[in-house]
Structure formats: C-alpha cells, structure tokens
C-alpha cells in the first residue's frame, strides 16, 4: 500500500494531504507555519498526520512539496551576493537592462529603478568571444578568468554566474570557466547561462542565470536541511519539489535550477484544481485562490492550465516557464477604510495579516476586513463548527461600523459594500487572465479555495456568469492536494532563430529528436521509467520582426502529419484570437522547446455513500444573514455529514474543518459523487 504526502507551506499555516494511492483515503492536516525554518513546520504537521493516519513515515512512498522558499529570497532581497562573469565589454548588460520603466507617463521620473541581483562592482570581463554561428571569434584568456575569480573571491562573492555573448549556441566557454571555478572557488555555486537558458537575447539569458545563483544557496541549504530531518524521521521517500509550470522536479534538480520553482507556491493550487476538475468532469476552468493577503487566479482548458514563458516575482522577470497566475490584493485580511480624500470606499491590498488578524479573530486586530464583514453579513458564523472556534461578532460589528458612519450608511449596507468591492476585485482579476486572453468566461467554471475562496466563488461566478461554482473537498488544502497529485516535469530549450518558409519538417524534428533525448534522460535519471515517460514539443513562433512570440504546443505525429504550414495555420489562428489582427509577413520560428513527462498517478477520488436528495442529516442550525438588501432565513450545514447527490437551496452556509462555502440566495448547491459542492443558478436566480 503506498502513500504520497503533499505539503505546501504557506505563510500563516502549513497544509499537508496525506493521500493512499489504493483506496483514495485522504488525511488533511494544518499547521502554524515556522517562518524562520520553514522545516520545523513541516515535521510537526507530518509527525501529526502521521498519528492521525495510523502510518509510519516509511509507509510513505513521495514527498511532494510547493514551496516559497525561492519567492521570499526575491521578495525580501536575501538572495546570495552574486558575481557575474560576462564577455569583455559587456559589463553593463544588467545595469542598461531593457530600458523599461514600468507605470504611467510620468513613472520614469518617480520610478526608482532596482538595483540588479548582480551588483556592478561584483561583474567582471575576460576576453573571449563566439560567433553567432558558433565558432570561436576570440579564444578564452585562461589568466584573464583567474584573476577575475580570485577578484571576486576576495569581494566575498556566494554564488558564480557565468553568462557569455552566444553561449546559447556555444558554451564551451562557459564550461571552461566552470571548470576552473571549480579550482579557484570550491564550495560556491557555479551556473553556467547555457545550462539555464540555452535561447538567445542577452539580457534575459543573464538575468534568468543570476536570478538561479542568487537563490540557490538559499534553496540548497532549505532543502538538504529537509531531506536530513525527514532522512532522521526514517522516512525515506522520494522527496520532489513542485515547479513553476506545475509539475515536478527532483529535490537534487531544484537545488541546481532553483529558478524553475519561483512560483511553486501558487502552481500548487492550479494543479489541485485539474485533479479536482478530471473527477467532477469539468474541463474548463477559473481558478480562485483567495488566502488572507492575495487571490491568485489562474485559467484551465481543457484539462490544460495556460502557460507563460516568464516567471515574475515582484520587480523580477525572469525567462522560465510558469502557470499563468495573476494575483491581486484582495483577502481575507483585506482592510477597508474611507479615505479622506475621496470618501468612497476602499478595500486592500492593505492587509491585516496573521498578526493582529481580522478584528473577529480576537488578537488584537482594530481595523475592519474582509473577514469582518462576513462575520458581521452572517455569512462566516460566530460559533463554527459547534463551537470549537469562536469569532468575535460584536467586535467585527463595531469595526465596520466606522465605515458606516464615514460613508453615511447602514451597518450591514457597509458590510455588504466591503464584500462587493472586494468580489469586483477578484472578479477583474478574473477578467485578466480570460476576457483579456481572448476567453469567453461563460465556457468556464470558476473553483474557489483557499481559505476564503468557497465564501466569495458563488458571487464572483455571478459576476463571470460562470457556471457552476465548485467548492471542492478540502479547499483550505487544495495547494497540498495538487502537490501530492501533480507528475514529474522537465523541459529544454534551444533557439532555431529562422523563417519558417526556409525550413524542412526533417531538420526541425533533427533539433527536437536531440533535444527529447536530452529530456528523458534526466528523467530517466530521477528514477521515472522509460515506458511511463511521454514527451511533447513546444515551438514559438513570430511574424518577422516582431519582438514577442507565441508558444505553440504541438506533437511529432501532428508535426509530421501537418508540417510546417499546418503549424503556421495554428499561429495564425491563435494570433487572430489574441490580438485581433493578422499580418502578410513572412513567418519565424524563434525559439524550440521539448518537454518530457511522468504518468500523472491515478489518484482515485474517494466517492461519498449516496444520499436521498435531503442534506436535513447535515443539518447544524437555523441562521439568519443578510443578502440582497434584507434579512433571510438560512440553515447552516456540516459538510463532512453531506451525502452525493444532497441538494442544498441558498442562501445557505456549509462549514468544514478549512473553509466555510456560502450558497447564495437565487442558487441551488448540489453534492457530487466524491464530495464536490457544485453550485447553480436557479430558475428564479
């Protein structure tokens, strides 16, 4: 009987999903987050969950965990001092960067410009150069890159890049100076821009390499600290990182491309969702990720999260795939207040956090939340599940009620206007990643989890006219769910840089064929087997002389199928999509990608005892709230007594362990076979 442990640490709590690959038992457990070693938090929730399952540590088969770890070194600049080796002459590729300014028209003037990851005192030049073909113009001065080291060695340098002009053809450079890093600076990190980034264009290949070294001893220290105390806890499962683009990766992987899991925390919850999704049968879907600070949200079709090519962590944009996740400030710690200024009302991203909290949680919180307002509209009871979580109603009411007198309005009308800002909030957040893309958000569902997810989806799906809304089982742990449900994932790239009406399919799959084996081998390395590996190509391609492309998934027999023209027919159709617009210019092909992954484990989803269509079993009390301008009537129900196929009439409010999911009045809750709350319209609504 094997066992697969997903943990996704989070800034307040730690969630872990123990999950038996046989039968489809599941144990949730959640734990307080120990942000000065992230470690200590996470063996006292396995050590809990553990004891609660009834397993021993060595029972357990895979360690899947999504991590912020990388995120944060960015975030809070505690990433390693990095020294930059690059081609004489080109010293100042991470000072002129691409000469962007981000904001308005006056942003240049009030922008305060980042200082780079690789400071410039720490970026040194050694003579060598190669051609954009790939032969060397000029040969490496060995003496030159001694000396430039031991420079650096002496300016207490932690991390090494090495990121030479058109290395991404020819890195042979680049692998000479490894190697004598490795005489010169034993013990510090090297990386190496062909290694990271094979793909042209300078700045992004440097940036992506400087930003991999400056968290990788961070990440490295993090995760064979880890693996030692898990090792001690006699467990002695494969342990695997979750990626940015949502699959994952060897713990040994991430500790040498660290870049690749900048966004492994909110992946997590994309890749709960298709599993989520695949059971209940729903292909396309919205995600909503509400936490207490953030909602991230994120667009699945198909059963295929939509990918993007830059990761972008606070000032940071880095070239490495990630799931396309838009977050914005809207939680629900999310403070509302009145400014003077204006007097209209406003919510977020100011947030209250974990410390002091919402002002219901009675730690003392002053200033009125989301949270608050939900406790004060009814729609998050006071005494949760039978009272072995108490919130403060009255302490909630008298917060919001400052925004009442400052906007000259009812108490409940001021609490349901913090709750319809913040749902606008989410709701445009939404719009990015759907109407904005080209998507007709009514071809979707929309999922909420997260803390706060299940309690706003039902409103926001309103606003999308998605349907239904899902509150699926265990959202408060969803992220967890997906790292324990997600396969191994590994990627190359290679930049082919030439127009499409001067290319033969036979010498596009020649350059693909490489590159795939390239890709099983490093799975094969991390243990997955040769017949459970699959690959797939990805080819980006551009009209000429556009600087932006368009990544392109396609297959070897639809490639050989179809050829060339058949790919261009498919840029041409997506292009039309996104922008509206096709061009008469030749065709490029800029960039080839080829992905290689594991069997997704076939995880079942334990299916709930039938039930007669009457939740009355679930029943915990009569409530009362207030929605639509007045007070109703409502019933409060335990979701771990509900039963498929129980029909729930709004407004309604079903509590859990994780979460709480708001039916609202207008809209029909029914429970699906394996617990999936899926919420509708009624004829009326």
Known sequence: ????????????????????????????????????????????????????AGVAASEIEYFLHGTTVATNAVLEGKGAKVGLIVT??????????????????????????????????????????????????RDLNEDAVRAAMRKLKAQGVEALTVSLINAYVNGAHE???????????????????????????????????VANAAVRPVVSNYVSNLRDKLEAQEMKGRLSLLRSDGGLMSSQKAEEHPVNILMSGPAGGVTGALWVGKNAGVKNILTLDVGGTSTDVALIEGLEPRRQRTTEVGHLSVRASALDVKTVGAGGGSIAHVPELTGALRVG?????????????????ELPTVTDANVVLGYLPEDLLGGSFQLDREGAKKAVQTIADALGVSLMEAARGIIDIVNENMFGALRMISVQQGYDPRDFAVMGFGGAGPLHVNAVAK??????????????????????TTRMRTETARSFSKLARDTDVSELMAVLDEMENQTRGELLADGVPESAITSEFEVDVRYAGQAFEVPLTIDRATLEKDGIEGL????????????????????EIVNLRAVALGIAPDL???ELPKGDGDPAAAKIRDHTLWMDG????????????????????????????????????????????????????????
């Open 1 to 52: 009987m094997g066992y697969r442990l997903g943990v996704d640490v989070g800034g307040t709590f730690t969630d872990l999903l123990l999950f038996n690959e046989d039968t489809g038992a599941f144990w949730r457990h959640k734990t307080p987050s120990t942000p000065h070693d992230s470690s200590e938090g996470i063996l006292n929730g396995v050590e809990a969950i553990t004891q609660e």
């Open 88 to 137: 004489e002459g080109y010293r100042d590729v991470m000072q002129i960067a691409r000469s962007f300014v981000p904001g308005g028209l006056a942003a240049w003037i009030v922008w305060p410009k980042p200082q780079p990851l690789a400071h410039l005192e720490d970026t040194v030049e050694v003579p060598e150069r190669m051609g954009a073909d790939g032969d060397v113009v």
């Open 568 to 587: 261009l027919a498919r840029f041409d159709a997506e292009h039309l999509r996104l922008f509206t617009f096709n061009m008469e210019t030749p065709h």
């Open 463 to 484: 606003l999308m006219g998605s349907w239904p809304a899902i509150s699926p089982v265990s959202p408060g742990v969803l992220c967890a769910l997906g790292d324990a």
């Open 630 to 685: 007045e007070e109703r009537a409502a019933v409060i129900y335990d979701r771990a007594k509900l039963k498929q196929g129980d029909i729930i009439p709004g407004p309604a409010i079903i509590t859990e362990m994780d979460s709480t999911t708001l039916v609202e009045n207008g809209c029909t809750a029914s429970v699906d076979k394996v617990g999936n709350i899926l919420i509708n319209l009624t004829e009326e609504g």
């Open 175 to 209: 692998t000479r100076i490894g190697d004598i890093a490795a005489e010169e600076l034993p013990n510090i990190p090297v990386s190496l821009s062909h290694e990271v980034l094979p793909e042209m264009q300078e700045y992004e290949r440097t940036l992506s390499t």
């Open 604 to 606: 079942p989803a334990n």
């Open 349 to 365: 991203p100011e947030s209250a956090g974990a410390v002091p909290g919402p002002v219901a949680y009675n730690k003392g919180g």
